[in-house]
Protein backbone atom coordinates (compact mmCIF):
# COMPACT_ATOMS: atom_id res chain seq x y z
CA UNK A 1 0.00 0.00 0.00
CA UNK A 2 1.29 3.63 -0.55
CA UNK A 3 2.25 4.99 1.90
CA UNK A 4 -0.11 8.03 1.91
CA UNK A 5 -2.65 5.46 2.74
CA UNK A 6 -3.61 4.05 6.07
CA UNK A 7 -5.51 1.07 6.86
CA UNK A 8 -9.04 1.48 9.02
CA UNK A 9 -8.31 -1.31 11.75
CA UNK A 10 -6.37 -4.31 10.12
CA UNK A 11 -3.75 -4.95 7.91
CA UNK A 12 -6.90 -6.68 5.53
CA UNK A 13 -9.29 -3.81 5.71
CA UNK A 14 -9.48 -1.40 2.65
CA UNK A 15 -6.80 1.97 2.74
CA UNK A 16 -8.02 5.24 2.99
CA UNK A 17 -5.94 8.81 2.31
CA UNK A 18 -4.77 10.72 5.83
CA UNK A 19 -6.28 13.78 6.37
CA UNK A 20 -5.37 17.01 6.31
CA UNK A 21 -2.08 17.99 7.70
CA UNK A 22 -0.85 14.02 8.71
CA UNK A 23 0.96 11.67 7.13
CA UNK A 24 2.43 8.22 7.36
CA UNK A 25 5.58 7.04 6.49
CA UNK A 26 5.53 3.21 7.42
CA UNK A 27 3.53 0.98 5.09
CA UNK A 28 0.43 -1.18 6.43
CA UNK A 29 0.20 1.30 9.46
CA UNK A 30 -2.91 1.65 10.93
CA UNK A 31 -2.91 5.56 12.04
CA UNK A 32 -1.51 8.48 10.57
CA UNK A 33 0.84 11.33 12.77
CA UNK A 34 -0.12 14.74 12.96
CA UNK A 35 2.47 17.60 11.13
CA UNK A 36 4.62 19.09 13.65
CA UNK A 37 3.68 22.34 14.88
CA UNK A 38 2.97 25.55 12.17
CA UNK A 39 3.25 23.10 9.02
CA UNK A 40 0.85 21.71 6.57
CA UNK A 41 1.04 19.00 4.13
CA UNK A 42 1.04 20.85 0.43
CA UNK A 43 2.93 18.58 -2.20
CA UNK A 44 0.83 16.74 -4.60
CA UNK A 45 1.32 13.17 -4.99
CA UNK A 46 1.77 11.39 -8.82
CA UNK A 47 -1.72 10.15 -8.20
CA UNK A 48 -3.19 13.78 -7.44
CA UNK A 49 -3.77 13.11 -3.87
CA UNK A 50 -2.10 14.89 -1.49
CA UNK A 51 1.68 13.56 -0.12
CA UNK A 52 1.66 12.29 3.25
CA UNK A 53 4.78 9.86 2.98
CA UNK A 54 7.28 11.53 5.39
CA UNK A 55 7.19 14.31 8.15
CA UNK A 56 9.57 16.29 5.38
CA UNK A 57 6.14 16.70 3.22
CA UNK A 58 4.74 18.96 6.09
CA UNK A 59 5.88 22.20 5.41
CA UNK A 60 5.26 25.76 6.89
CA UNK A 61 2.30 27.77 7.13
CA UNK A 62 2.49 31.70 6.04
CA UNK A 63 3.82 33.47 8.90
CA UNK A 64 5.99 30.81 10.14
CA UNK A 65 9.26 29.31 9.07
CA UNK A 66 12.12 26.93 9.96
CA UNK A 67 16.20 26.83 10.26
CA UNK A 68 16.00 23.09 10.62
CA UNK A 69 15.67 20.15 8.15
CA UNK A 70 12.36 19.90 6.44
CA UNK A 71 9.92 17.95 8.93
CA UNK A 72 10.99 19.85 11.75
CA UNK A 73 8.56 22.45 13.61
CA UNK A 74 8.32 25.99 12.28
CA UNK A 75 8.39 28.93 14.30
CA UNK A 76 6.47 32.55 13.85
CA UNK A 77 8.17 35.13 11.92
CA UNK A 78 10.40 37.32 13.66
CA UNK A 79 8.85 40.85 14.25
CA UNK A 80 10.64 43.12 10.78
CA UNK A 81 9.85 39.91 8.78
CA UNK A 82 7.13 38.27 6.32
CA UNK A 83 7.37 34.91 5.80
CA UNK A 84 5.65 33.24 2.94
CA UNK A 85 5.60 29.59 3.94
CA UNK A 86 7.04 26.11 3.16
CA UNK A 87 10.44 25.98 3.04
CA UNK A 88 10.97 29.92 1.89
CA UNK A 89 13.23 31.65 4.11
CA UNK A 90 12.00 35.04 6.10
CA UNK A 91 12.32 38.42 4.17
CA UNK A 92 12.54 41.64 5.27
CA UNK A 93 9.40 43.66 6.27
CA UNK A 94 9.61 48.00 4.79
CA UNK A 95 11.30 49.64 7.14
CA UNK A 96 13.64 46.84 8.42
CA UNK A 97 16.76 45.33 7.06
CA UNK A 98 18.15 41.77 7.44
CA UNK A 99 20.81 41.25 9.54
CA UNK A 100 20.39 36.83 9.83
CA UNK A 101 17.59 34.97 9.45
CA UNK A 102 16.15 35.44 12.67
CA UNK A 103 17.19 39.09 13.29
CA UNK A 104 15.68 41.67 11.27
CA UNK A 105 16.29 45.81 12.74
CA UNK A 106 14.75 49.02 12.05
CA UNK A 107 16.02 51.04 9.46
CA UNK A 108 17.18 54.64 10.42
CA UNK A 109 14.97 55.96 8.01
CA UNK A 110 12.04 53.81 7.56
CA UNK A 111 11.32 54.47 3.90
CA UNK A 112 14.70 54.15 2.95
CA UNK A 113 14.64 50.05 3.30
CA UNK A 114 12.11 48.12 0.69
CA UNK A 115 11.24 44.74 1.12
CA UNK A 116 13.40 42.06 0.32
CA UNK A 117 16.48 43.72 0.87
CA UNK A 118 16.41 46.26 -1.07
CA UNK A 119 16.65 49.84 -0.61
CA UNK A 120 14.83 52.50 -2.10
CA UNK A 121 16.31 54.72 -5.02
CA UNK A 122 19.35 57.16 -3.36
CA UNK A 123 20.03 54.82 -0.12
CA UNK A 124 22.55 52.28 -0.06
CA UNK A 125 25.05 50.75 2.66
CA UNK A 126 24.34 48.69 5.65
CA UNK A 127 20.49 49.54 6.99
CA UNK A 128 20.76 51.92 3.40
CA UNK A 129 21.80 54.38 5.75
CA UNK A 130 23.84 56.30 3.30
CA UNK A 131 23.05 58.20 0.37
CA UNK A 132 24.20 56.69 -2.84
CA UNK A 133 26.65 58.54 -4.98
CA UNK A 134 24.78 61.58 -6.53
CA UNK A 135 22.47 62.02 -3.83
CA UNK A 136 22.98 64.33 -0.20
CA UNK A 137 21.32 63.75 3.49
CA UNK A 138 19.23 66.34 4.48
CA UNK A 139 18.67 66.72 9.07
CA UNK A 140 16.61 63.44 9.52
CA UNK A 141 18.85 60.87 7.57
CA UNK A 142 16.53 61.26 4.37
CA UNK A 143 18.29 61.57 0.75
CA UNK A 144 17.70 63.81 -2.04
CA UNK A 145 18.79 63.84 -5.83
CA UNK A 146 21.95 66.58 -5.76
CA UNK A 147 20.74 69.48 -7.99
CA UNK A 148 22.93 70.42 -10.59
CA UNK A 149 24.40 73.50 -8.84
CA UNK A 150 25.40 71.40 -5.84
CA UNK A 151 28.48 73.32 -6.08
CA UNK A 152 27.24 77.18 -6.47
CA UNK A 153 24.61 75.49 -3.32
CA UNK A 154 27.57 74.68 -1.26
CA UNK A 155 30.07 77.35 -2.14
CA UNK A 156 27.06 79.74 -0.39
CA UNK A 157 28.18 78.38 3.05
CA UNK A 158 32.15 79.94 2.61
CA UNK A 159 30.49 82.99 1.01
CA UNK A 160 28.40 83.49 3.92
CA UNK A 161 31.58 82.99 6.99
CA UNK A 162 32.97 85.49 4.55
CA UNK A 163 30.80 88.19 4.61
CA UNK A 164 30.08 87.32 8.48
CA UNK A 165 33.34 87.86 9.05
CA UNK A 166 33.53 91.15 6.90
CA UNK A 167 30.50 92.35 9.16
CA UNK A 168 31.91 91.06 12.26
CA UNK A 169 35.39 93.52 12.07
CA UNK A 170 33.44 96.57 11.17
CA UNK A 171 30.78 96.04 13.41
CA UNK A 172 34.03 95.57 15.77
CA UNK A 173 35.39 98.39 14.71
CA UNK A 174 32.57 100.40 14.95
CA UNK A 175 32.06 99.46 18.42
CA UNK A 176 35.47 99.92 19.50
CA UNK A 177 35.28 103.66 18.00
CA UNK A 178 32.01 104.30 20.21
CA UNK A 179 34.14 103.16 23.39
CA UNK A 180 36.67 105.02 22.60
CA UNK A 181 34.38 108.16 23.40
CA UNK A 182 33.80 107.51 26.90
CA UNK A 183 36.33 106.26 29.36
CA UNK A 184 33.51 105.88 31.85
CA UNK A 185 33.02 102.29 33.55
CA UNK A 186 29.95 101.88 34.03
CA UNK A 187 28.99 103.39 30.33
CA UNK A 188 31.31 100.64 28.83
CA UNK A 189 29.85 97.83 31.65
CA UNK A 190 26.13 97.95 30.44
CA UNK A 191 26.38 99.66 27.11
CA UNK A 192 24.38 97.27 24.69
CA UNK A 193 26.04 98.12 20.76
CA UNK A 194 23.93 95.20 19.53
CA UNK A 195 20.53 93.61 20.70
CA UNK A 196 21.35 90.64 22.57
CA UNK A 197 17.49 88.80 22.21
CA UNK A 198 18.64 88.09 18.53
CA UNK A 199 21.30 85.80 20.13
CA UNK A 200 18.72 84.03 22.80
CA UNK A 201 16.37 82.99 20.18
CA UNK A 202 19.18 81.85 17.52
CA UNK A 203 20.25 79.15 20.27
CA UNK A 204 17.38 77.81 21.14
CA UNK A 205 16.47 77.45 17.01
CA UNK A 206 19.52 75.55 17.30
CA UNK A 207 18.10 72.77 19.68
CA UNK A 208 15.09 72.93 17.90
CA UNK A 209 17.18 71.32 15.00
CA UNK A 210 18.11 69.02 17.13
CA UNK A 211 15.14 67.95 18.24
CA UNK A 212 14.05 67.34 14.36
CA UNK A 213 17.02 64.65 14.05
CA UNK A 214 16.08 63.02 17.48
CA UNK A 215 14.40 59.25 17.30
CA UNK A 216 10.99 60.67 18.24
CA UNK A 217 8.80 59.53 15.45
CA UNK A 218 8.15 62.80 14.11
CA UNK A 219 5.34 63.15 11.36
CA UNK A 220 7.39 63.64 8.31
CA UNK A 221 5.96 67.06 8.16
CA UNK A 222 7.01 68.34 11.07
CA UNK A 223 10.28 66.67 11.17
CA UNK A 224 10.76 68.66 8.17
CA UNK A 225 9.43 71.92 9.66
CA UNK A 226 12.04 71.18 12.83
CA UNK A 227 14.81 70.57 10.51
CA UNK A 228 14.24 73.90 8.56
CA UNK A 229 16.07 75.61 11.49
CA UNK A 230 19.44 73.64 11.32
CA UNK A 231 20.76 76.63 8.77
CA UNK A 232 20.91 78.61 12.22
CA UNK A 233 23.91 75.83 13.21
CA UNK A 234 24.86 76.51 9.53
CA UNK A 235 24.44 73.06 9.47
CA UNK A 236 26.39 71.33 6.26
CA UNK A 237 23.65 68.80 5.09
CA UNK A 238 21.90 72.28 4.89
CA UNK A 239 23.98 73.33 2.20
CA UNK A 240 23.99 69.91 0.99
CA UNK A 241 27.69 69.32 1.42
CA UNK A 242 27.78 65.55 0.58
CA UNK A 243 27.36 66.65 -3.08
CA UNK A 244 30.55 67.89 -2.94
CA UNK A 245 32.47 66.38 -0.08
CA UNK A 246 31.12 62.69 -1.13
CA UNK A 247 32.57 60.97 2.21
CA UNK A 248 31.34 61.46 5.86
CA UNK A 249 35.12 61.95 6.61
CA UNK A 250 35.67 64.20 4.60
CA UNK A 251 32.94 65.63 5.91
CA UNK A 252 33.68 65.75 9.47
CA UNK A 253 36.85 67.11 8.58
CA UNK A 254 35.09 70.49 7.40
CA UNK A 255 32.80 70.86 10.00
CA UNK A 256 35.97 70.82 12.41
CA UNK A 257 37.73 73.05 10.21
CA UNK A 258 35.36 75.25 9.52
CA UNK A 259 35.66 77.69 12.80
CA UNK A 260 39.41 77.97 11.81
CA UNK A 261 38.40 78.83 8.70
CA UNK A 262 36.22 82.29 9.88
CA UNK A 263 38.90 82.69 11.78
CA UNK A 264 41.58 83.04 8.64
CA UNK A 265 38.30 84.94 7.45
CA UNK A 266 38.65 87.43 10.60
CA UNK A 267 42.10 88.06 10.40
CA UNK A 268 42.30 88.67 6.28
CA UNK A 269 39.38 91.19 6.86
CA UNK A 270 41.30 92.46 9.83
CA UNK A 271 44.54 93.32 7.97
CA UNK A 272 42.68 94.17 4.47
CA UNK A 273 41.12 97.10 6.97
CA UNK A 274 44.14 98.15 8.01
CA UNK A 275 45.75 98.63 4.95
CA UNK A 276 42.47 100.71 3.78
CA UNK A 277 43.36 102.85 6.85
CA UNK A 278 46.69 103.65 4.86
CA UNK A 279 45.30 105.06 2.25
CA UNK A 280 41.82 106.28 3.46
CA UNK A 281 41.31 109.12 5.51
CA UNK A 282 37.73 108.61 6.42
CA UNK A 283 39.16 104.91 7.46
CA UNK A 284 42.11 106.30 9.14
CA UNK A 285 39.93 107.63 11.53
CA UNK A 286 38.74 104.49 13.01
CA UNK A 287 40.59 102.62 15.81
CA UNK A 288 42.93 100.51 14.55
CA UNK A 289 42.52 96.51 15.02
CA UNK A 290 45.49 94.30 15.18
CA UNK A 291 44.26 90.36 13.35
CA UNK A 292 44.87 89.08 17.00
CA UNK A 293 42.16 91.15 18.74
CA UNK A 294 39.93 90.52 15.91
CA UNK A 295 40.55 86.81 16.43
CA UNK A 296 40.36 86.96 20.06
CA UNK A 297 36.72 88.95 19.61
CA UNK A 298 35.15 86.24 17.62
CA UNK A 299 36.25 83.64 19.36
CA UNK A 300 34.36 85.59 22.73
CA UNK A 301 31.30 86.06 20.42
CA UNK A 302 30.85 82.80 18.42
CA UNK A 303 32.19 80.61 20.83
CA UNK A 304 29.52 80.45 22.95
CA UNK A 305 27.02 81.31 20.33
CA UNK A 306 28.01 77.92 17.99
CA UNK A 307 29.04 75.86 21.00
CA UNK A 308 26.19 73.56 20.48
CA UNK A 309 26.20 72.52 16.94
CA UNK A 310 29.94 72.36 17.49
CA UNK A 311 29.77 70.15 20.27
CA UNK A 312 27.78 67.71 18.82
CA UNK A 313 29.74 67.55 15.59
CA UNK A 314 32.98 66.58 17.07
CA UNK A 315 30.95 64.04 19.56
CA UNK A 316 29.05 62.49 16.61
CA UNK A 317 32.96 60.48 16.13
CA UNK A 318 32.42 59.01 19.21
CA UNK A 319 28.51 58.27 18.96
CA UNK A 320 29.12 54.16 17.64
CA UNK A 321 26.80 51.60 17.61
CA UNK A 322 26.60 47.63 18.44
CA UNK A 323 24.01 45.84 16.03
CA UNK A 324 22.21 42.09 16.75
CA UNK A 325 24.50 39.64 15.30
CA UNK A 326 27.35 41.67 14.94
CA UNK A 327 30.82 42.01 17.20
CA UNK A 328 31.64 45.34 15.69
CA UNK A 329 30.87 48.76 16.52
CA UNK A 330 29.08 51.01 13.97
CA UNK A 331 29.68 55.22 13.78
CA UNK A 332 25.65 55.73 14.16
CA UNK A 333 26.55 58.56 11.46
CA UNK A 334 27.26 56.91 8.53
CA UNK A 335 26.47 53.13 9.32
CA UNK A 336 28.78 51.93 6.70
CA UNK A 337 31.94 52.83 8.23
CA UNK A 338 33.19 51.00 11.56
CA UNK A 339 34.33 52.59 14.45
CA UNK A 340 37.89 51.26 16.04
CA UNK A 341 38.94 50.06 12.64
CA UNK A 342 41.12 51.06 9.51
CA UNK A 343 39.78 55.01 8.64
CA UNK A 344 38.18 55.58 12.40
CA UNK A 345 41.67 55.31 13.94
CA UNK A 346 43.47 57.51 11.54
CA UNK A 347 40.48 60.52 12.19
CA UNK A 348 40.54 60.06 16.11
CA UNK A 349 43.62 62.46 16.43
CA UNK A 350 41.50 65.18 14.50
CA UNK A 351 38.41 64.63 16.61
CA UNK A 352 40.94 64.46 19.58
CA UNK A 353 41.62 68.04 18.50
CA UNK A 354 38.55 68.97 18.24
CA UNK A 355 37.46 67.63 21.75
CA UNK A 356 40.03 69.85 23.43
CA UNK A 357 39.50 73.16 21.03
CA UNK A 358 35.83 73.15 21.14
CA UNK A 359 34.09 70.70 23.63
CA UNK A 360 36.53 71.40 26.52
CA UNK A 361 38.66 74.33 24.95
CA UNK A 362 35.94 77.36 24.62
CA UNK A 363 34.20 77.01 28.02
CA UNK A 364 37.33 75.86 30.02
CA UNK A 365 39.08 79.11 28.39
CA UNK A 366 36.76 81.48 29.25
CA UNK A 367 35.93 79.98 32.78
CA UNK A 368 39.86 80.82 32.90
CA UNK A 369 39.76 84.05 31.56
CA UNK A 370 37.28 85.75 33.56
CA UNK A 371 38.02 84.00 36.85
CA UNK A 372 41.80 85.55 36.41
CA UNK A 373 39.84 88.39 36.16
CA UNK A 374 37.66 88.77 38.22
CA UNK A 375 38.40 91.58 40.48
CA UNK A 376 38.39 93.61 37.58
CA UNK A 377 35.54 92.54 35.18
CA UNK A 378 33.35 95.23 36.33
CA UNK A 379 35.96 98.04 37.08
CA UNK A 380 38.55 98.03 34.53
CA UNK A 381 37.33 99.45 31.37
CA UNK A 382 39.98 97.50 29.31
CA UNK A 383 38.64 94.40 30.92
CA UNK A 384 35.23 95.29 29.96
CA UNK A 385 35.72 96.06 26.49
CA UNK A 386 38.22 92.83 25.54
CA UNK A 387 35.51 90.68 27.84
CA UNK A 388 32.86 92.00 28.76
CA UNK A 389 30.65 90.28 25.80
CA UNK A 390 31.09 87.23 27.91
CA UNK A 391 29.77 88.68 31.40
CA UNK A 392 27.71 92.12 31.32
CA UNK A 393 24.54 91.35 30.82
CA UNK A 394 24.80 89.78 33.92
CA UNK A 395 24.63 90.58 37.64
CA UNK A 396 27.56 90.52 39.65
CA UNK A 397 27.26 87.43 41.18
CA UNK A 398 26.35 85.22 37.77
CA UNK A 399 29.23 86.51 36.22
CA UNK A 400 30.35 82.95 34.88
CA UNK A 401 26.76 82.07 34.05
CA UNK A 402 27.70 81.92 30.23
CA UNK A 403 30.21 79.03 30.98
CA UNK A 404 27.08 76.98 32.95
CA UNK A 405 24.97 77.80 29.52
CA UNK A 406 27.35 76.18 27.66
CA UNK A 407 27.16 72.96 30.44
CA UNK A 408 23.44 73.05 29.52
CA UNK A 409 24.11 73.15 25.97
CA UNK A 410 26.60 70.35 26.16
CA UNK A 411 24.05 67.77 27.70
CA UNK A 412 21.84 68.50 25.27
CA UNK A 413 24.15 67.64 22.94
CA UNK A 414 25.14 65.04 24.45
CA UNK A 415 22.16 63.30 24.92
CA UNK A 416 20.79 63.35 21.30
CA UNK A 417 23.42 60.91 20.34
CA UNK A 418 24.66 58.37 23.41
CA UNK A 419 21.15 58.29 24.78
CA UNK A 420 19.23 57.92 21.20
CA UNK A 421 18.73 54.65 21.89
CA UNK A 422 16.75 55.14 25.01
CA UNK A 423 14.42 58.10 23.75
CA UNK A 424 12.67 58.20 27.23
CA UNK A 425 15.95 59.06 29.19
CA UNK A 426 17.49 61.37 26.23
CA UNK A 427 14.00 63.60 26.64
CA UNK A 428 14.33 63.09 30.45
CA UNK A 429 18.15 64.39 30.40
CA UNK A 430 16.92 67.09 27.62
CA UNK A 431 13.93 68.39 29.95
CA UNK A 432 16.73 68.54 32.74
CA UNK A 433 18.58 71.10 31.50
CA UNK A 434 16.06 73.28 29.60
CA UNK A 435 13.58 73.47 32.59
CA UNK A 436 16.53 73.82 34.94
CA UNK A 437 17.90 76.86 32.71
CA UNK A 438 14.36 78.59 32.85
CA UNK A 439 13.79 78.03 36.36
CA UNK A 440 17.25 79.37 37.05
CA UNK A 441 16.00 82.20 35.39
CA UNK A 442 12.88 82.68 36.87
CA UNK A 443 13.65 82.53 40.77
CA UNK A 444 17.43 83.73 40.56
CA UNK A 445 17.07 86.27 37.71
CA UNK A 446 20.87 86.60 36.60
CA UNK A 447 20.26 89.18 33.65
CA UNK A 448 20.86 92.60 34.88
CA UNK A 449 17.71 93.51 32.64
CA UNK A 450 15.40 91.85 33.45
CA UNK A 451 13.86 91.55 29.65
CA UNK A 452 16.35 88.71 29.24
CA UNK A 453 15.37 86.54 32.02
CA UNK A 454 11.91 86.31 30.71
CA UNK A 455 12.59 85.93 27.85
CA UNK A 456 14.74 83.27 28.69
CA UNK A 457 12.13 81.60 30.84
CA UNK A 458 9.51 82.22 28.27
CA UNK A 459 12.16 80.01 25.79
CA UNK A 460 12.52 77.13 28.01
CA UNK A 461 9.03 76.66 28.04
CA UNK A 462 8.54 76.69 24.79
CA UNK A 463 11.49 74.45 24.31
CA UNK A 464 9.91 71.50 26.50
CA UNK A 465 6.49 71.81 25.01
CA UNK A 466 7.77 70.82 21.81
CA UNK A 467 10.40 67.89 23.14
CA UNK A 468 6.97 66.79 24.96
CA UNK A 469 5.55 66.66 21.81
CA UNK A 470 7.99 64.39 20.61
CA UNK A 471 7.50 62.58 23.19
CA UNK A 472 4.13 62.20 22.37
CA UNK A 473 4.57 61.25 19.49
CA UNK A 474 7.63 58.42 20.00
CA UNK A 475 4.97 56.91 22.41
CA UNK A 476 1.76 56.41 20.31
CA UNK A 477 4.07 56.07 17.00
CA UNK A 478 1.75 58.27 15.71
CA UNK A 479 3.98 59.08 12.22
CA UNK A 480 1.85 55.64 11.12
CA UNK A 481 -0.73 56.94 8.99
CA UNK A 482 -2.95 53.89 10.08
CA UNK A 483 -2.80 54.68 13.98
CA UNK A 484 -5.70 54.92 15.55
CA UNK A 485 -4.81 57.62 17.37
CA UNK A 486 -4.86 60.31 13.87
CA UNK A 487 -7.34 62.65 16.37
CA UNK A 488 -4.74 62.81 19.30
CA UNK A 489 -1.99 63.18 16.39
CA UNK A 490 -3.23 66.23 14.84
CA UNK A 491 -3.96 67.51 18.07
CA UNK A 492 -0.32 67.07 18.93
CA UNK A 493 0.60 68.37 15.23
CA UNK A 494 -1.73 71.54 15.99
CA UNK A 495 0.03 72.66 19.31
CA UNK A 496 3.48 71.67 17.67
CA UNK A 497 2.54 74.61 15.12
CA UNK A 498 1.30 77.14 17.84
CA UNK A 499 4.68 76.46 19.71
CA UNK A 500 6.52 77.60 16.68
CA UNK A 501 4.73 80.40 15.66
CA UNK A 502 4.58 81.36 19.21
CA UNK A 503 8.54 81.17 19.91
CA UNK A 504 8.39 83.19 16.12
CA UNK A 505 6.08 85.75 17.76
CA UNK A 506 8.16 86.30 20.76
CA UNK A 507 11.79 86.40 18.99
CA UNK A 508 10.54 89.00 17.50
CA UNK A 509 9.05 91.22 20.11
CA UNK A 510 11.83 90.82 22.25
CA UNK A 511 13.98 91.79 19.54
CA UNK A 512 11.83 95.05 19.35
CA UNK A 513 11.75 95.81 23.21
CA UNK A 514 15.30 95.49 23.09
CA UNK A 515 15.97 97.83 20.72
CA UNK A 516 13.53 100.24 22.34
CA UNK A 517 15.94 99.90 25.46
CA UNK A 518 18.75 100.67 23.62
CA UNK A 519 17.48 103.49 22.11
CA UNK A 520 16.61 104.99 25.63
CA UNK A 521 19.92 103.77 26.64
CA UNK A 522 21.88 105.93 24.04
CA UNK A 523 19.18 108.82 24.36
CA UNK A 524 19.51 108.93 28.62
CA UNK A 525 23.63 108.68 27.86
CA UNK A 526 23.79 111.53 25.02
CA UNK A 527 21.57 113.96 27.60
CA UNK A 528 24.34 113.07 30.45
CA UNK A 529 21.73 111.82 32.64
CA UNK A 530 22.13 108.69 35.27
CA UNK A 531 20.90 105.73 34.26
CA UNK A 532 20.13 102.21 35.44
CA UNK A 533 18.13 98.82 34.37
CA UNK A 534 15.09 100.27 36.50
CA UNK A 535 15.20 103.87 34.79
CA UNK A 536 15.45 102.75 31.01
CA UNK A 537 12.39 100.08 32.20
CA UNK A 538 10.05 103.10 33.32
CA UNK A 539 11.53 104.84 30.55
CA UNK A 540 10.35 102.43 28.33
CA UNK A 541 6.81 101.61 29.65
CA UNK A 542 6.17 105.19 29.60
CA UNK A 543 6.39 105.74 25.81
Not at 380 to 401: A, E, M, N
Request: glycine letters at 6%; charged letters at 15%.
Amino acid sequence: TQSTWVTRKTPFSPCVPCAPNTYNDEPNSVACVACPQNTETIDVAADGLIDASSAAKCECVVGTFTEKAPGAACTSCPLGASCAGRRAAPENSAGFARISNTTFVPCPVAAACLAQSRCAAGYEGFLCKDCALGYYQKPGGTCHLCPRNADAVFSVLFLLILIGACVFVGFTVWGASRSALDGNTRTALRTRRFPPSVSMPVQALQIVSIFAVAPLSWPPAAQRALAAFSVFSLDQDFFQSQCVTSSFWRKYSLSLLMPVVFGVFVAAASLCFGLVQRFSSTAAGFPRLHPRDALLSAFLTFGPLGYLPLARATLAFFDCRSIPSSKFFWLKAAMSNRCFYGVWWSMLPLALCGIALYVVGIPVFILVALRRRRDRLFTDVHVIRSFGGLYKLFRRPFFSLSVALMGKKLMIAAASLFLSRVPSLMVAVMLFAILGSGLLHGSSKPYFYPTYDRLELILSGLLSILLVCGLVFYVDDADNPNSPTTLQTRAVIGVLVVVLVVLFLVSCLAVVVDVREIRIERRLHANGQVWDRFEVESAAQMR
